[in-house]
């Protein structure tokens, strides 16, 4: 056996994004392999269960996890492969910030079910999936739904975090060697600037009369997005994409979460925009008029937590208001 | 005492006299008569036209003048004597005995509970009693208590219940010494009392008819009915409520004939707050001309009619009470012409405003003279109006004639500046050496907390060394102890000595309030050599133990939570700077108008360097455009040419003409202005700037005629005599003014077309002139006299038309033709007039949106640059170092834009003469590692504090601007700011104390 | 009223130049309350950022309540503007993740407003009385 290193990748509530991600990186995936056997990909090998079981402790040096933690099953997994690696690093927003998917904490599960499977978008109304089914070869048993979105840290120790939806080649290109090589900190991989630090758009000092949903604004592509009144997360979000979606005209969606040290991208954005928006002229407005600038923030909630929800203060939604 | 200025009157002007010169390094003596400084203003609700609460703006004014080591305040105190002259004066001030030592009174209240002496509250205009032993309001300054001589029944019932020992009955009143080498008198106005010279509208024979301040005290939620309006004869609120304005005002026979300028606003302000809150309250105001001359005034008159304040044009001949007890007003409604009565629930007059009761005596004692009504004359109105008829003694406020707060306040600072003259020579107090500090920041946290019974104010109600025991063991406290009045003397020397011993760097008290008391205890730490910001208190009285009095055991525990999150924060304190920045003497003066040069000459004569820049060719401004100056006859030009010439014979101004400005940058004590291409370096920057006509386009004929022409162009015409001999000239006011696009009114074009009829009238004694106006708003010193001798001439005739129903002009013929519906007469008129003249809406001068980007500042729509606070600071803009004179502020007349220029002057003199300016301690930093550059934080800023780095890439704060709200830390998307003293974790581990049981703080 | 025995637990934030008054004045004026609000002083209402709240509620705090200057009265000039919006887009957040934003309260009270100051705080504890206890911390599985 060779002295390379034994790495493992995993998805679990996951769009497969990562998992194409790790292939972005053209040649230098020569280097990983020169430097590191993969020896669990469920993705791209056929890794059973038990193989994985039957691995000593500790015996993969470093397992990629991407995804959230959705089902029991992703919660049985990852604690089985934090048993087997010394490393787990948190690849992806999905497993550091929860994700896209995490937006599904906005609804609880019997109205995500009942979204999905009872409404006239769906084929067959009414008919919802059975936790167990009796086929042909015996008895099957589906993984439940965890009571909420998690990120992976809610559920094991994580070593390194790499957010990025998924997290981009040039991220890539410092996170591998420095990986492979053991130097790198929990948060090194985030970026303590934001999106604006590296964003090409000429911004000024923030005078927003309001905002506009993208396709009633015509943007000029030099000017800062947020500037001309359409919603970018770019100020709250962390920055080591290097900025490719603002470069071409379209807003940053929040996608890496909040800078190293932030907890909550969502409320730091709403900080933000709730204290510059409207901001002139506002001893002339009354209240009235000063919460329909308000207003014109749409889904404040989806469009500031796309993907942080489940690492957000409050993360699911509570039930304060069905009594 | 040798001080170097005496201020009579401690009301808003004499404390801003007062700060103004103390601020400088002069030594000051506060003199008022009543127990508490703070005058009229404290006792009105809120204030026009921003609604801004009164007492919660004045009292940290007042609280500033009581800290300031160069102002001695005496209250209760009046002048006896003066003799000498202007440099030095020798003065008696008769000091009242309050028979309370203020040094031992803590302001506990617990006499005024023993007194049983009732009497009618002056401060409350005997709507509610007060005790016999008494503070006349909350926020009072000194908050110590007085006994009342003439009440008192000498039961001693105080003296026994006053744990700190404060009372003494056995002291004396005493004659006070006083040297001083100038002199302001700053005595304010009474207001009338209805009775006498309007016994027909019922005041003090019905019990709900109310004179203007007691309806404010009604209003008030400190007030007697804690802001709620009740009727007084029933107890019930009212339903209806009518104001009767220029009671006592505008009238010879019955009053005084001159504008009380304020009270149009504020019953405005009164109705239009009583309908706020109950919308189904009918509020009507009867008036004659509603006067909303000033900034956002119109607005704001707009907004109250919005609301459904109803505004009813006519005097009322009389109010009467009807069978079933509501009162009925009967008027004639000269916009319908009808003679009509009007039934409400009550009713509030706005009396006029009186010179204050003592001005005679002071007069006498001061040898300077009253006018005819027994207002301090100025020595001359227009061109000198804060001196008074005595070298060396100056006029502040409403002791000259009656003025809404910003013109008082302006006016209070321009008497600072004249009061400097006779000192010029005099050395001022420099600054205070600091005291050594030692260096914390290695140790660890070892804080002692110190929690006050304050006698029984605490003690009663909580349990005091439970909060103390349950504090000794959280961790970091090395030392607890209680005290019973943690403020006095001896509790100092047990702090100091505690700090010693236990080589303590953070204190805490757990007592009253920190914004009392905070000031005190921190002396106390510097004395002990730690930095005053290693200091936290919790507010265990105010905020506990007086509100939760039927719960000990609660208020217990709220007590050990409050205490407990002040450790948690006083753990996470550091030792913080207030920085300083030298501030040297050389201003530039941008404009020479009237408001510019006057600015320039306060500061040259006062050793400062000026640099006045004027755009135009030669100096003068306005005064080059216009032919007299309302509300006298003087010339114009040849005032201009005097004040040029004064300009030129100093030394220390350097005038450049024709100027441009470039560019200017930098801050306070760094500005480089580029002027023409040179770069001139200055410490402080006055903006008087002006204002202008708006385009007159084509209205009225305007450019089709040249005969129809703007005021200014008229002025211009008369001063070149070339009118030929007309028969007919008609003056339109309010063009281009109170209507939607420019809602404004523009202050000065009424009493223009009333002083250019005049000068018609004189030169061209058979010629008629018109003047077409919506309201006549005249409303300074001697101006309602102006307009009554105008109007008593037969030639001119005054027609009222509204908006929307504009006169019109046919040009083209032998004649212009005007016709015009007067709505008084409701009927329609034509005109041949030989000369049509507009007076045209103002606006601010071109040249402001230019320089609101290079100074970061902002002006309100009309143009005028917004200054830091529209009633207290009008004189500065937000970010210090630069001022505000003249129109560049709003358009006035000459003698309001001279006195508004010395008290520039006087504002930028400040920083100038004290060499220095200070920033706050408590500040936001920015994180430069962190920062992203994302330009959130600098519009966030309302003092222009923040700047773009585009080097760097990232937000700077200049430290010496920022104020420190906090607003950035809070905005930064990345948390890359942060605020000093209030930083992030601070907050977030005050939280954690208070809702965290085991949490350790 | 709501008598249901539970004692909320409230965290008022209060602006050093208003609000903190006012809660001196209802002290001066003896007016009455209770013990359930506990108070945190903040230069202006402006420093207070969502996260304040939100981690309040996460330590257990049933209700936040943000007490500043009257509009137009702010000792910064237009700190409590920018805290009126930024507590109008907490409310949403706050509804959408289903917590009564009843809970967030924001009140400007002056200095001269002891009687509001003790009335806010009545009231406020009332309500929260009335909507029972918010146990974020709730852990589930
Ligand atoms: S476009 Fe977005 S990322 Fe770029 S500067 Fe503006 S806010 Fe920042
Ligand atoms: S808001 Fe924060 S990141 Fe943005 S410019 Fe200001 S300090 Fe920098
Ligand atoms: S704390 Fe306030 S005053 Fe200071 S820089 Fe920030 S926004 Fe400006
Ligand atoms: S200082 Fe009170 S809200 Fe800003």
């Known amino acids: 056996m060779s002295d390379k290193l034994k790495i493992g990748f995993y998805w679990c509530a996951a769009c497969g994004g990562c998992e194409i991600s790790v292939l972005d990186i053209d040649d230098m995936i020569l280097d990983v392999v020169e430097k590191a056997e993969i020896v669990f990909w469920p993705c791209a090998m056929d890794p059973k269960y038990e193989d994985v079981e039957k691995m000593d402790d500790g015996e993969m040096d470093i397992v990629f996890v991407n995804g959230s933690i959705r089902s029991d099953e992703n919660h049985e997994m990852v604690k089985l492969l934090r048993q087997k690696a010394k490393k787990v690093v948190a690849y992806g927003s999905c497993s550091s910030i929860g994700g896209l998917f995490g937006l599904g904490n906005l609804y609880d599960n019997d109205e995500l079910m009942e979204y999905g499977y009872n409404t006239p978008s769906t084929d067959k109304d009414g008919v919802m999936p059975l936790d167990d089914n009796m086929v042909p070869e015996g008895d099957l048993h589906l993984p439940g739904l965890t009571h909420h979105v998690r990120p992976l840290d809610e559920v094991i120790d994580v070593d390194v975090y790499l957010p990025g939806c998924p997290p981009l080649p040039n991220q890539l290109e410092e996170a591998f060697p420095a990986l492979l090589s053991g130097e790198v900190g929990k948060y090194d991989l985030i970026s303590q600037k934001s999106v604006c630090d590296v964003c090409p758009l000429e911004r000024e000092e923030k005078k927003i009369p309001r905002l506009y949903p993208i396709q009633e604004k015509k943007l000029e592509a030099e000017e800062c997005i947020l500037d001309q009144g359409v919603l970018c997360m770019g100020p709250a979000t962390s920055g080591m994409c290097d900025g490719p979606c603002p470069e071409v005209g379209h807003p940053c969606i929040g996608c890496n979460g909040p800078v190293r040290g932030v907890k909550d991208q969502g409320a730091r954005m709403a900080s933000a925009l709730g204290s510059v928006l409207g901001a002139e002229g506002e001893e002339r407005m009354d209240e009235d008029e000063i919460s329909e600038v308000v207003k014109s923030v749409r889904d404040p909630t989806g469009s500031f937590y796309r993907f942080s929800l489940p690492t957000s203060y409050l993360r699911y939604k509570r039930r304060d208001l069905h009594e | 005492m040798k001080k170097d200025v005496l201020i009579i009157g401690g009301g808003i002007s004499g404390v801003q006299s007062a700060l103004d010169l103390a601020e400088k390094g002069y030594e000051v003596v506060l003199v008022d008569r009543s127990p508490s400084i703070g005058g009229n203003m404290v006792k009105l609700d809120k204030t026009f036209p921003t609604n801004d609460c009164s007492i919660c703006i004045s009292a940290p004014k007042m609280v500033e003048a009581s800290r300031n080591d160069n102002i001695t305040i005496l209250t209760y105190s009046e002048i006896k004597d003066l003799i000498g002259s202007a440099g030095g004066f020798d003065v008696k001030i008769w000091k009242r005995t309050k028979y309370v030592d203020p040094d031992i009174c803590t302001g506990c209240g617990d006499c005024e509970t023993a007194c049983p002496v009732e009497v009618p509250s002056e401060f409350e205009q005997k709507l509610s009693d007060r005790k016999g032993i008494y503070v006349e309001f909350p926020q009072s300054v000194p908050l110590t208590y007085t006994i009342d001589y003439d009440n008192c029944v000498g039961c001693a019932a105080c003296e026994r219940v006053c744990d700190a020992g404060a009372i003494n009955f056995l002291d004396t009143s005493q004659v006070i010494d006083l040297e001083v080498g100038s002199i302001i008198v700053a005595t304010g106005y009474q207001m009338m009392q209805p009775d006498e010279w309007r016994e027909e509208y019922g005041y003090g024979k019905y019990p709900d008819v109310l004179n203007a301040m007691e309806y404010e005290r009604l209003l008030s939620a400190s007030g007697p009915t804690g802001g709620k309006v009740l009727k007084r004869s029933d107890g019930k609120p009212p339903e209806s409520v009518a104001w009767i304005q220029c009671v006592g005002s505008r009238c010879k026979q019955k009053g005084m004939p001159y504008c009380s300028r304020v009270c149009c606003m504020y019953s405005t302000k009164q109705a239009s707050i009583s309908k706020g809150e109950n919308p189904d309250l009918d509020t009507a105001v009867y008036y004659m001309d509603l006067r909303a001359y000033g900034k956002d005034f119109q607005q704001y008159y707009d907004k109250a009619k919005d609301k459904g304040v109803r505004y009813l044009r006519g005097r009322p001949s009389r109010v009467y009470e009807q069978s079933d007890g509501k009162l009925a007003i009967e008027y004639e409604d000269t916009e319908k012409g009808e003679v009509k009565t009007d039934v409400v629930d009550m009713v509030v007059l706005s009396s006029a405003i009186l010179p204050s009761s003592g001005n005679d005596k002071l007069s006498e004692i001061l040898d300077i003279s009253l006018d005819e009504y027994g207002f301090f004359e100025s020595k001359d109105m227009l061109t000198a109006p804060v001196d008074s008829t005595r070298d060396g003694i100056y006029l502040a406020g409403c002791a000259q004639s009656p003025k809404d707060i910003p013109d008082s306040v302006s006016q209070a600072s321009g008497a600072a500046a004249r009061a400097l003259m006779p000192l010029r020579d005099r050395k001022r107090k420099g600054r205070a050496e600091k005291k050594p500090e030692r260096d914390v920041s290695k140790e660890e946290p070892r804080i002692g907390v110190f929690v006050c019974h304050c006698g029984k104010n605490i003690a009663n109600y909580l349990d005091v060394e439970e909060v103390a025991e349950a504090t000794k063991n959280m961790p970091g406290v090395v030392h607890v102890d209680d005290s019973m009045f943690a403020c006095s003397e001896d509790a100092q020397t047990v702090i100091k000595d505690a700090i010693k011993e236990h080589h303590l760097n953070r204190i805490v008290v757990s007592a009253c309030s920190p914004r009392t008391h905070a000031p005190l205890f921190q002396d106390t730490l510097e004395e002990a050599g730690l930095n005053r910001y290693l200091f936290e208190m919790s507010n265990i009285r105010n905020h506990c133990s007086w509100v939760h009095s039927d719960d000990p055991e609660k208020a217990t525990e709220k007590a050990k939570l409050l205490t407990k999150m002040a450790v948690a924060k006083a753990k996470r304190l550091s030792a913080l700077t207030e920085e300083e920045i030298d501030v040297g003497d050389r201003t530039l003066v941008i404009g020479g108008g009237p408001a510019g040069m006057e600015t320039a000459l306060s500061l040259s004569r006062c050793g400062q360097k000026v640099t006045l820049v004027e755009k135009e060719a030669e100096l003068g401004g306005k005064l080059r455009r216009l032919n007299t100056l309302f509300p006298t006859d003087i010339d114009a030009r040849e005032f201009a040419d005097s004040m040029a010439h004064q300009v030129g014979d100093e030394k220390n101004i350097r005038v450049i003409l024709s100027a441009e400005i470039e560019d200017i940058e930098g801050y306070i004590g760094n500005y480089t202005a580029t002027v023409n291409g040179e770069e001139i370096e200055v410490d402080t920057i006055v903006l008087a700037t002006g204002f202008k006509e708006i385009e007159a386009e084509e209205r009225h004929g305007y450019g089709k005629d040249p005969r129809v022409m703007t005021q200014l162009e008229f002025d211009e015409a008369l001063s070149g005599g070339g009118l030929g001999k007309p028969e007919n000239v008609v003056f339109i006011n309010c063009v281009g003014a109170l209507e939607e696009e420019r809602p404004w009114c523009c202050r000065v074009g009424c009493g223009n077309s009333l002083k250019n009829a005049k000068e018609i009238k004189q030169r061209y004694p058979d010629a008629n002139v018109y003047i077409l106006y919506k309201d006549m708003r005249v409303f300074g010193k001697r101006e309602e006299e102006y307009y009554m001798d105008v109007e008593g001439d037969d030639g001119v005739i005054f027609l009222r038309y509204s908006t929307g129903q504009e006169p019109e002009v046919v040009t083209g013929k032998d004649k212009l033709q005007l016709k015009v519906h007067d709505n008084l007469l409701d009927e329609d008129l034509e005109i041949d007039a030989d000369y049509v003249v507009l007076a045209m809406q103002l606006e601010g001068d071109e040249s402001a949106p230019i320089l609101k980007k290079m100074l970061k500042i902002s002006s309100d ?39 508004q220029a010395e008290g520039a002057a006087s504002k930028a003199m400040v920083p100038m003469m004290r060499g220095y300016t200070k920033s706050e301690g408590i500040i936001s930093v920015v994180d430069d590692e962190l920062c992203s550059g994302c330009k959130m934080c600098i519009s966030v800023c309302p003092y222009g504090a923040i700047e773009h780095d585009p080097e760097e890439g990232v937000a700077v704060i200049t430290d010496v601007l920022c104020k420190g709200c906090g607003s950035c830390a809070s905005v930064c998307p990345i948390g890359a700011i942060d605020q000093k003293g209030y930083e992030n974790d601070t907050i977030m581990a005050m939280i954690k104390a208070a809702l965290l049981e085991d949490e350790v703080v | ?79 409590n503007y920018k805290t009126f919006r930024k507590i109008g887009l907490i409310s949403k957040m706050l509804e959408d993740l289903g917590i009564n934003p009843k809970r967030l309260r924001l009140e400007w009270i002056s200095s001269a407003e002891g009687g509001k100051f003790a009335q806010v705080m009545r009231e406020m504890t009332e309500q929260i009385r009335g909507l029972g206890p918010l146990d974020l911390k709730e852990e589930v599985e």
């Open chain 2, 861 to 899: 729509p009309a143009g005028f640059y917004m200054e830091a606070h529209a009633k207290l600071r009008p004189l500065e803009l937000p970010s210090e170092g630069v001022y505000l004179a003249g129109g560049a502020h709003y358009p006035k007349n000459i003698s309001d834009t001279l006195a």
């Open chain 3, 1 to 79: 009223m709501a008598d249901n025995g539970f004692e909320p637990k409230i965290i008022v934030f209060l602006c050093n130049w208003c609000s903190y008054g006012g809660g001196d004045l209802a002290g001066v004026n003896r007016e009455q309350y209770p013990t359930n609000v506990l108070g945190i002083k903040v230069m202006c209402s402006s420093r207070v950022s969502p996260e304040h709240i939100m981690e309040s509620f996460n330590d257990g705090a049933d209700g936040v309540l943000i007490t500043g200057c009257h509009p137009g009265d702010c000792h910064y000039i237009d700190g």
